[in-house]
Protein backbone atom coordinates (compact mmCIF):
# COMPACT_ATOMS: atom_id res chain seq x y z
CA UNK A 1 0.00 0.00 0.00
CA UNK A 2 1.57 3.60 -0.95
CA UNK A 3 -1.09 5.83 0.73
CA UNK A 4 -0.28 8.01 3.56
CA UNK A 5 0.40 6.13 6.85
CA UNK A 6 0.56 7.48 10.11
CA UNK A 7 1.47 5.77 13.70
CA UNK A 8 -0.08 5.17 16.29
CA UNK A 9 -3.51 5.15 15.01
CA UNK A 10 -4.99 5.41 18.47
CA UNK A 11 -3.34 7.47 21.86
CA UNK A 12 -4.18 7.40 25.15
CA UNK A 13 -2.29 9.99 27.49
CA UNK A 14 -2.26 11.84 31.04
CA UNK A 15 -2.55 15.14 31.34
CA UNK A 16 0.81 17.01 31.04
CA UNK A 17 2.54 14.30 29.31
CA UNK A 18 4.26 14.53 26.02
CA UNK A 19 2.91 12.83 22.71
CA UNK A 20 4.38 12.29 19.16
CA UNK A 21 2.87 10.98 16.52
CA UNK A 22 4.59 10.22 12.94
CA UNK A 23 3.46 10.81 9.21
CA UNK A 24 4.25 9.16 6.44
CA UNK A 25 3.43 10.50 2.76
CA UNK A 26 2.87 9.55 -0.17
CA UNK A 27 6.33 8.71 -1.85
CA UNK A 28 7.26 11.50 -4.38
CA UNK A 29 4.94 13.93 -2.71
CA UNK A 30 6.51 17.23 -1.93
CA UNK A 31 3.93 18.75 0.23
CA UNK A 32 2.66 17.51 4.23
CA UNK A 33 -0.27 18.52 5.47
CA UNK A 34 -0.87 18.29 9.36
CA UNK A 35 -5.15 19.10 10.44
CA UNK A 36 -7.27 18.60 13.47
CA UNK A 37 -10.25 17.47 13.51
CA UNK A 38 -12.69 16.95 16.89
CA UNK A 39 -16.28 15.12 16.81
CA UNK A 40 -18.44 16.68 14.21
CA UNK A 41 -16.60 19.25 12.59
CA UNK A 42 -14.57 19.35 9.32
CA UNK A 43 -10.76 18.81 9.89
CA UNK A 44 -9.06 22.50 10.56
CA UNK A 45 -5.39 23.34 9.31
CA UNK A 46 -2.77 23.27 11.80
CA UNK A 47 0.60 23.38 9.36
CA UNK A 48 2.02 23.14 6.14
CA UNK A 49 5.59 21.83 4.63
CA UNK A 50 7.23 21.79 1.48
CA UNK A 51 9.65 19.43 1.54
CA UNK A 52 11.43 20.13 4.91
CA UNK A 53 10.49 23.47 5.17
CA UNK A 54 7.31 24.56 7.23
CA UNK A 55 5.70 27.40 5.63
CA UNK A 56 2.29 27.82 6.94
CA UNK A 57 1.27 27.23 10.67
CA UNK A 58 -2.24 27.97 11.80
CA UNK A 59 -3.06 30.21 15.38
CA UNK A 60 -4.80 26.71 16.14
CA UNK A 61 -0.72 25.26 16.22
CA UNK A 62 0.23 27.14 20.30
CA UNK A 63 3.61 26.69 21.46
CA UNK A 64 2.96 23.43 23.02
CA UNK A 65 3.08 21.86 19.21
CA UNK A 66 5.88 21.21 17.19
CA UNK A 67 6.22 19.84 13.87
CA UNK A 68 9.05 18.83 11.78
CA UNK A 69 9.93 16.71 8.43
CA UNK A 70 14.13 17.03 8.90
CA UNK A 71 14.30 15.34 5.62
CA UNK A 72 11.58 16.09 3.25
CA UNK A 73 10.03 12.80 4.02
CA UNK A 74 8.41 12.07 7.41
CA UNK A 75 6.76 14.18 9.69
CA UNK A 76 6.44 14.18 13.16
CA UNK A 77 3.99 16.15 15.40
CA UNK A 78 4.63 16.68 18.67
CA UNK A 79 2.83 17.97 21.21
CA UNK A 80 4.02 19.01 24.72
CA UNK A 81 2.22 18.99 28.27
CA UNK A 82 -0.99 17.90 26.47
CA UNK A 83 -4.05 19.33 28.13
CA UNK A 84 -7.83 17.39 27.62
CA UNK A 85 -8.51 20.23 24.77
CA UNK A 86 -6.15 18.49 22.77
CA UNK A 87 -8.23 15.17 22.77
CA UNK A 88 -9.07 14.91 19.01
CA UNK A 89 -8.07 13.09 15.51
CA UNK A 90 -4.77 14.25 14.00
CA UNK A 91 -4.68 13.75 10.08
CA UNK A 92 -1.70 13.88 7.68
CA UNK A 93 -2.58 14.93 4.30
CA UNK A 94 0.15 15.04 1.69
CA UNK A 95 -0.07 15.89 -2.21
CA UNK A 96 2.39 16.18 -5.07
CA UNK A 97 3.84 18.77 -7.20
CA UNK A 98 1.47 18.42 -10.51
CA UNK A 99 -1.88 18.95 -8.78
CA UNK A 100 -0.69 20.37 -5.06
CA UNK A 101 -4.53 21.05 -4.35
CA UNK A 102 -5.58 17.18 -4.12
CA UNK A 103 -4.61 16.00 -1.12
CA UNK A 104 -4.73 12.58 0.17
CA UNK A 105 -5.38 11.93 3.76
CA UNK A 106 -3.95 8.79 6.43
CA UNK A 107 -5.87 7.42 8.58
CA UNK A 108 -5.55 9.25 11.62
CA UNK A 109 -4.22 9.04 14.76
CA UNK A 110 -6.48 9.57 17.43
CA UNK A 111 -5.60 11.36 20.97
CA UNK A 112 -7.65 11.10 23.81
CA UNK A 113 -6.05 13.20 27.08
CA UNK A 114 -7.42 11.69 30.48
CA UNK B 1 -12.44 35.09 5.82
CA UNK B 2 -14.82 32.46 3.64
CA UNK B 3 -18.01 30.83 5.26
CA UNK B 4 -18.53 27.78 3.49
CA UNK B 5 -21.40 25.55 4.35
CA UNK B 6 -22.57 22.46 3.70
CA UNK B 7 -26.32 21.44 4.06
CA UNK B 8 -27.97 19.10 5.01
CA UNK B 9 -26.32 18.67 8.59
CA UNK B 10 -27.78 14.92 8.55
CA UNK B 11 -29.75 13.17 6.10
CA UNK B 12 -30.88 9.28 7.23
CA UNK B 13 -32.63 7.91 3.77
CA UNK B 14 -33.60 4.28 2.79
CA UNK B 15 -31.48 1.84 0.48
CA UNK B 16 -32.33 2.95 -3.14
CA UNK B 17 -33.66 6.29 -2.63
CA UNK B 18 -31.62 9.58 -4.56
CA UNK B 19 -30.26 12.39 -2.54
CA UNK B 20 -28.45 15.58 -2.89
CA UNK B 21 -26.08 17.43 -0.95
CA UNK B 22 -24.66 21.20 -0.99
CA UNK B 23 -21.97 23.07 -0.70
CA UNK B 24 -21.61 26.81 -0.80
CA UNK B 25 -19.57 29.66 -0.21
CA UNK B 26 -19.68 33.67 -0.61
CA UNK B 27 -16.31 33.16 -2.18
CA UNK B 28 -14.86 31.76 -5.76
CA UNK B 29 -12.94 28.82 -5.97
CA UNK B 30 -9.98 28.03 -7.93
CA UNK B 31 -11.03 24.29 -7.40
CA UNK B 32 -12.75 21.95 -5.57
CA UNK B 33 -12.38 17.87 -3.40
CA UNK B 34 -15.20 16.59 -2.01
CA UNK B 35 -14.28 13.29 0.62
CA UNK B 36 -16.19 10.94 2.33
CA UNK B 37 -14.98 10.22 5.96
CA UNK B 38 -15.76 6.86 7.50
CA UNK B 39 -15.98 6.60 11.83
CA UNK B 40 -12.47 6.80 12.83
CA UNK B 41 -10.98 7.38 9.51
CA UNK B 42 -9.02 9.82 7.45
CA UNK B 43 -10.84 11.41 4.49
CA UNK B 44 -11.25 9.96 1.05
CA UNK B 45 -10.59 11.62 -1.90
CA UNK B 46 -13.82 11.26 -4.43
CA UNK B 47 -13.35 13.67 -7.21
CA UNK B 48 -11.42 17.06 -7.56
CA UNK B 49 -14.03 19.24 -9.95
CA UNK B 50 -11.46 23.13 -11.73
CA UNK B 51 -14.34 24.23 -14.03
CA UNK B 52 -16.65 26.21 -13.56
CA UNK B 53 -20.09 24.34 -14.47
CA UNK B 54 -18.04 21.01 -14.45
CA UNK B 55 -19.87 17.59 -13.87
CA UNK B 56 -18.17 14.47 -13.06
CA UNK B 57 -19.66 11.18 -12.42
CA UNK B 58 -18.28 8.48 -10.10
CA UNK B 59 -20.61 5.83 -10.72
CA UNK B 60 -23.55 6.16 -8.80
CA UNK B 61 -22.18 9.70 -7.52
CA UNK B 62 -22.59 12.99 -9.94
CA UNK B 63 -20.57 15.83 -8.86
CA UNK B 64 -21.02 19.44 -10.30
CA UNK B 65 -19.05 22.90 -9.42
CA UNK B 66 -21.48 25.47 -10.40
CA UNK B 67 -20.78 28.24 -13.01
CA UNK B 68 -19.39 30.95 -10.67
CA UNK B 69 -17.44 28.32 -8.80
CA UNK B 70 -18.75 29.33 -5.33
CA UNK B 71 -20.57 26.30 -4.96
CA UNK B 72 -20.87 22.61 -5.75
CA UNK B 73 -23.53 19.54 -5.30
CA UNK B 74 -23.17 16.01 -4.76
CA UNK B 75 -26.02 13.59 -6.41
CA UNK B 76 -26.38 9.78 -5.40
CA UNK B 77 -28.25 7.84 -7.27
CA UNK B 78 -30.06 4.81 -5.74
CA UNK B 79 -27.76 5.38 -2.71
CA UNK B 80 -26.94 1.92 -0.52
CA UNK B 81 -26.15 1.28 3.26
CA UNK B 82 -21.86 1.49 2.15
CA UNK B 83 -22.32 5.08 0.63
CA UNK B 84 -23.09 6.02 4.52
CA UNK B 85 -20.64 8.76 5.87
CA UNK B 86 -19.55 12.27 6.51
CA UNK B 87 -19.29 14.17 3.07
CA UNK B 88 -16.95 17.33 2.98
CA UNK B 89 -16.15 19.12 0.81
CA UNK B 90 -12.99 21.55 1.04
CA UNK B 91 -12.02 24.22 -1.86
CA UNK B 92 -9.03 25.80 -2.27
CA UNK B 93 -8.59 29.50 -3.91
CA UNK B 94 -5.37 28.97 -5.39
CA UNK B 95 -2.52 31.38 -3.39
CA UNK B 96 -3.63 29.10 -0.04
CA UNK B 97 -2.25 26.27 0.58
CA UNK B 98 -4.50 24.22 3.00
CA UNK B 99 -7.75 23.25 2.07
CA UNK B 100 -10.35 24.92 4.54
CA UNK B 101 -13.43 22.07 5.27
CA UNK B 102 -16.80 22.53 5.96
CA UNK B 103 -18.57 20.74 8.79
CA UNK B 104 -19.79 17.89 6.28
CA UNK B 105 -23.11 16.01 5.83
CA UNK B 106 -23.72 13.05 7.89
CA UNK B 107 -25.06 10.70 5.44
CA UNK B 108 -26.69 7.30 6.77
CA UNK B 109 -28.07 5.03 4.39
CA UNK B 110 -30.91 2.33 6.09
CA UNK B 111 -30.95 -1.29 4.54
Known amino acids: DTGVSQDPRHKITKRGQNVTFRCDPISEHNRLYWYRQTLGQGPEFLTY????????KSRLLSDRFSAERPKGSFSTLEIQRTEQGDSAMYLCASSSRVSPETQYFGPGTRLLVL | TQLLEQSPQFLSIQEGENLTVYCNSSSVFSSLQWYRQEPGEGPVLLVT?????EVKKLKRLTFQFGDARKDSSLHITAAQPGDTGLYLCAPSSGSARQLTFGSGTQLTVLP
Open chain 2, 49 to 53: VVTGG
Open chain 1, 49 to 56: FQNEAQLE
